[in-house]
C-alpha cells in the first residue's frame, strides 16, 4: 500500500484514500477493497486524461481534451491537483463543468481525476 493510493468497495461503493500507510488490508462490506490504478491513455478519445494549463495564479485542469460528460449517471466526482506535496481536489456534480481551478504558486504538479464509471486517471 502506498500514500494517496484510492481504494473502492466493489460492493457498496465506498471510496477511500490511504493518508497514512498501516500494515493492514482495507475492508469495507466483508472483503477486501480494490486498489484503483491511475489510468494514463484513454485508447478511444481523450476524455479522461486531465490536462493542466497555467494561468495567472494557479492552474487549470479539464477533463479532458474531448470534454467528458456530467450526466446523473456518468460524471467526473472529483479532480485533484498535487501541487508540490500539497493534495488539492475539487469536488464537481451532474450539471458542472469538467473543469477546475486551483490557486497555488507550486512548481511542480500533476492531476487525478475520478470518473463513476470509467475510474481514476492521472495526467
Ligand atoms: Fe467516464
Not at 489510468?39 to 495567472?56: F, L, Y
Not at 477533463?63 to 500539497?86: C, N, Q, R, Y
Request: net charge negative; charged share 20%.
Amino acid at each position: 500500500m502506498q500514500k494517496n493510493q484510492i481504494y473502492k468497495c466493489d460492493i457498496c461503493g465506498n471510496i477511500v484514500e490511504v493518508l497514512h500507510v498501516g500494515g493492514g488490508t482495507l475492508v469495507c462490506c466483508g472483503q477486501n477493497m480494490t486498489l484503483q490504478n491511475e489510468q494514463t491513455a484513454d485508447s478511444r478519445t481523450e476524455k479522461h486524461v486531465p490536462v493542466i494549463e497555467k494561468t495567472a495564479g494557479g492552474y487549470k485542469v479539464t477533463v479532458g481534451s474531448a470534454l467528458h460528460p456530467m450526466l446523473d449517471a456518468h460524471f467526473i466526482e472529483w479532480i485533484e491537483l498535487i501541487a508540490d506535496g500539497k493534495s488539492l481536489r475539487q469536488f464537481l456534480k451532474p450539471g458542472d463543468d469538467p473543469v477546475a481551478f486551483f490557486q497555488t504558486e507550486a512548481k511542480t504538479v500533476s492531476a487525478r481525476e475520478y470518473c463513476n464509471v470509467h475510474g481514476l486517471w492521472k495526467g
